[in-house]
């Protein structure tokens, strides 16, 4: 069975960190565009980083310097370290696994910064 499950989601106060983790199962993240997506209340789902199979690393603005993706392809993971979180990083995190018209998603962990 294909599966894609973050986890490390949870409350934080501002300025804290934590490390989201996204583990594949049922295939190999080798080759696989790997990308960490985000949905606040009320927002549309945004997509904030993302590393390719040739580790190019990519994130939207409101995050650099801030946050980092990395993949373990022998752990069949890829993670996203966030430091200095803000309150407006409040959000469902989500990953996803993308290769040509192959698409996979994980549940979502949540993730609440506030004081």
């Known amino acids: 069975q294909v599966q894609l499950v973050e986890s490390g989601g949870g409350l934080v106060q501002p300025g804290e960190s934590l490390r989201l983790s996204c583990e594949a199962s049922g295939f190999s993240l080798n080759g696989y565009g790997l990308i960490w997506h985000r949905q606040a209340p009320g927002m549309q789902r945004e997509w904030i980083a993302s590393?390719?199979?040739?580790?190019?690393?990519k994130y939207v603005d409101s995050v650099k310097g801030r946050f980092t993706i990395t993949r373990d392809n022998a752990k069949n993971a890829v993670y996203l370290q966030m430091n200095s979180l803000k309150p407006e990083d409040t959000a469902v995190y989500y990953c996803?696994?993308?290769?040509?018209?192959?698409?996979?998603w994980g549940q979502g962990t949540q993730v609440t910064v506030s004081s």
């Open positions: 996803e696994a993308t290769r040509l018209r192959t698409s996979y």
């Open positions: 590393i390719s199979g040739t580790n190019l690393k």
